[in-house]
């Protein structure tokens, strides 16, 4: 079985400040999918980032990037230059062999202008 | 763009009704999911599937049921729905196991 631990409820940032997300997880595969998604007021879930367990290299997306600790089993997203328009919930996902897509439980971040 | 579409974003019912919640995605994916997502506990899988007539239980299936007739169709049926089953409904299509777009949601409210 593969679970997600999103511990922080909720997190304020100041605009154009940066921001860190924490996500732990566990799973007993060794290739693997990370993820993480967001979802605004409109619902509409966005993937963000993807990190491949294989990879060494953290995956960056303008300014969201991923601080990927395999050993300890830690996912964290970093938002650099935070904006109004980031705000919304953020979800940590992972995605083994079988496909099954397994969530945290969220974390929403406001951005304060 | 993957375009995954659900056939209401709102949605209310009576108790004991019978709901059929449609997705449809345009991409030709193998793989379809369908979630629902509750405050304070996430996403949650109801269903999986992996090819036409093809379905495994998720986390949480019980009260529900799915129908995969098309490969671009994945419907969520809830054969006699309950207030507990209020909720918010996401379904998601992925070709493999690198991306996973979701549908906008539907706003399920029971009665």
């Known amino acids: 079985a593969q679970t997600v631990t999103q511990s922080q409820p909720e997190m304020s940032v100041q605009e154009a400040e940066t921001v860190t997300l924490s996500c732990t997880y566990d799973?007993?595969?060794?290739?693997?999918?990370l993820f993480w998604y967001k979802q605004p007021p409109s619902r509409q879930m966005i993937l963000v980032i993807r990190?491949?367990?294989?990879?060494?290299q953290n995956a960056t997306e303008n300014r969201f990037s991923v601080n990927f600790q395999k050993a300890a089993k830690s996912f964290s997203l970093k938002i650099s230059d935070s904006q109004l328009g980031d705000a919304a919930m953020y979800f940590c996902?992972?995605?083994?062999?079988?496909?099954?897509?397994?969530f945290g439980k969220g974390i929403t971040l406001s951005v304060r202008p | 763009d993957v375009k995954v579409t659900q056939s209401s974003r709102y949605l209310v019912k009576r108790t004991g009704e019978k709901v059929f919640l449609e997705c449809v995605q345009d991409?030709?994916?193998?793989?379809m999911f369908w979630y629902r997502q509750d405050p304070g506990l996430g996403l949650r899988l109801i269903y999986f599937?992996?090819?036409?007539?093809?379905?495994e239980k998720g986390d949480i299936p019980e009260g529900y049921s799915v129908s995969r007739e098309k490969k671009e169709r994945f419907s969520l049926i809830l054969e006699s729905a309950s207030t507990n089953q209020t909720s918010m409904y996401l379904c998601?299509?992925?070709?493999?196991?690198?991306?996973?777009?979701f549908g906008p949601g539907t706003r399920l409210t029971v009665t």
């Open positions: 991409m030709d994916h193998e793989n």
């Open positions: 799973t007993s595969e060794s290739d693997y999918y």
């Open positions: 990190q491949e367990a294989y990879k060494q």
């Open positions: 998601a299509s992925s070709p493999d196991r690198s991306t996973a777009p």
């Open positions: 996902a992972i995605r083994g062999a079988n496909s099954k897509l397994t």
């Open positions: 599937s992996y090819d036409v007539k093809m379905k």
